[in-house]
């Protein structure tokens, strides 16, 4: 692995550790609503850990969450908790995301996750679009970083 490999991979766990930590102490606070939620784990796999993805754009990141989770808020209010409805659910929001272009794999288990915990449309704020753009934010600042690190490092040896 060389060193530029290693510096990323650092980076990467540094941001991941850094906003998904805040992320969850915002949640422990309690009186703030939700702010975490597993599958921002994956999403900041893709953010911080291949961010050249189409996967991991911000349109992808946020429109792919958001647009599951509606999905999921629209089936946990209009239809029976079941194993055909997750799979309708699931389908329907997959076959969504690829038709907008805004594909993101983590995004594709919102609807399980909304539906087998009965989410209200509050969900969609909180944790979905607060907890998305907190993560694409953080990313812009984790590509940032490794850019000025990277051209310092050309400007040492210019």
Do not use: C
């Not at 692995?1 to 650092?10: F, P, V």
């Amino acid at each position: 692995m060389h060193s530029e490999q290693i510096k990323s991979a650092l980076i990467a766990g540094f941001f991941s550790t850094f906003v998904l930590g805040f992320l969850a102490w915002l949640n422990y606070l309690g009186d703030y609503g939700i702010w975490l939620m597993a599958l921002f784990g994956a999403a900041a796999v893709l953010v911080f850990g291949v961010s050249q993805s189409p996967l991991a754009m911000p349109k992808n990141v946020i429109g792919g969450h958001m647009l599951t989770a509606m999905i999921g808020v629209v089936f946990s209010y209009y239809s029976a908790d079941s194993a055909i409805m997750i799979g309708l659910a699931v389908g329907i929001a997959i076959t969504l995301m690829i038709i907008t272009k805004t594909i993101h794999p983590a995004a594709g288990a919102n609807p399980i996750l909304i539906i087998e915990s009965g989410q209200s449309w509050d969900f969609l704020i909180m944790p979905v679009l607060a907890g998305t753009v907190f993560i694409v934010l953080s990313g812009f600042v984790a590509r940032w970083f490794i850019q000025y690190l990277m051209d310092n490092k050309y400007k040492k040896t210019a």
